[in-house]
């Protein structure tokens, strides 16, 4: 088997271009539908204008360019490899004894970078700027703001409790309320337990203050093992929380970077929430790289058929429709794996290992060389 180094290189530079072209072709048509949505939603409230709603839809643009990007892999790699193959440029080189897997090198590489792009600089933009999109639509368009509305009521909290016992665990519920004061829980009530779950005491306090490090507990009583309550005292509670942590954990994964996952989930595990939302959107943008790469493998696939043997436009379509199904698939693996009927990984997998299994059949089919 042949291996041309100039080739690979030329065919990855047509295909990086083409990419590139249909990612902010199909982001700027995806972000234009937003727009118009965005305006729909403003017609009825005169304090919003097109400045507001525009600034929003840009905010939101690194997230759509996250989302469309693979297939603006798939469509700008069928194009590519389309006009290579009908200028017959694939054909004379195969026909010289060089493989597909040879100049398809290149294109894999450049997918594989465009993913790694997408986790490691998109991401953080797009979780950054998608954050203040979600606020402002949320103060401007649905009037919704603060930590209760999206707490819906009183907050519970579980984290390690170190100060009663060296595996201790506490668990507190209260109104959350954000003010001057800074973030506060109303009529709070805080169980300590031990390892086991085994209760050692119950406080009562009309408030809790988070301060950097721990919660601060205002003329709280206590009731120990014996029901009897203690006098009121104040009562200093470490804790790895923030603010910002707490109201996230209410908001969507996509508000959160790559590189920002693995800590938050940890903090959300041990505070009590379910983490299973953020474990499945690690794990998807993770995959990332790899459905580049199937795409990009599926988009060779379906587009070298030689134009001689007719079929040419079925062959084009049924690429566009396997990309379709590949986004249908992760999208009912990605339900499946918040409800928890799937292992978050293998949700989150599945559908790329998908893809790159069935472009590499397929190029075992059409490959001759």
């Known amino acids: 088997m042949a291996f041309s180094l100039t080739l690979s290189l030329y065919v990855a530079r047509r295909f990086a271009m083409m990419a590139l072209v249909m990612i902010v072709a199909l982001a700027a ?44 892999i798939l ?60 606020r402002l639509d949320a103060t401007y368009l649905r009037n ?21 016992e060296p595996n201790g665990v506490a668990i507190m519920a209260g109104v959350p309320e954000i003010g001057p004061q800074g973030f506060l829980l109303r009529q709070v009530s805080l169980w300590r337990l031990s390892a086991a779950d085994r209760p050692l005491a119950r406080v009562e306090a009309p408030e809790a203050r988070l301060t950097p490090g721990q919660w601060r507990l205002s003329q709280a009583v206590t009731f120990g093992a014996d029901r009897q309550a ?22 969507s994964p996509d508000t959160l970077s790559f590189w920002a996952l693995p ?7 041990n505070s009590g929430f379910s983490a299973l939302r953020h474990r499945l959107q690690f794990h998807s943008l993770l995959s990332t790289p790899l459905l580049a790469v ?13 134009s001689r043997r007719g079929g040419v436009g079925q062959m084009l ?32 997998w599945a559908p790329s290992l998908a893809g790159v299994m069935l472009a590499v059949a397929l190029l075992l089919y059409v490959e001759d060389g």
């Not at 200028?87 to 080189?93: G, K, M």
């Not at 919704?144 to 009663?164: F, N, V, Y």
């Not at 800590?263 to 595990?269: D, H, N, Q, R």
């Open 29 to 72: 048509l995806v972000a234009l539908f937003d727009f118009i949505e965005l305006l729909r939603r403003a017609a009825t409230r005169e304090d919003v204008g097109f400045v507001m709603v525009a600034s929003i839809a840009a905010l939101r643009l690194p997230f759509v360019i996250l989302q469309i990007l693979p297939f603006g």
């Open 75 to 134: 469509l700008g790699g069928i194009i590519a490899f389309w006009r290579l193959n009908r200028a017959s440029e694939l054909v004379v080189a195969r026909a010289a004894g060089i493989s597909a897997w040879s100049f398809l090198l290149g294109p894999v590489l450049v997918a594989f970078c465009l993913g790694l792009l997408a986790i490691a600089v998109v991401s953080p933009l797009s979780a950054a700027m998608l954050s203040r999109a979600e």
């Open 144 to 164: 919704a703001t603060g930590l209760s509305s999206l707490a819906g009521g009183r907050l519970w909290l579980r984290q390690a409790d170190p100060s009663i």
């Open 230 to 251: 203690s006098l009121p005292r104040e009562i200093d509670l470490p804790t790895s929380l923030t603010p910002d942590r707490i109201e996230d954990s209410f908001a």
């Open 263 to 269: 800590g938050f989930i940890e903090v959300l595990e």
């Open 294 to 306: 199937g795409m990009a493998l599926l988009a060779a696939g379906f587009s070298m058929r030689q």
């Open 317 to 348: 379509g049924a690429g566009v429709a396997a990309g379709f199904a590949l986004f249908l698939l992760d999208k009912v693996a990605e339900e499946f794996g918040q409800a928890g009927t799937l292992p978050v990984a293998l949700a989150a």
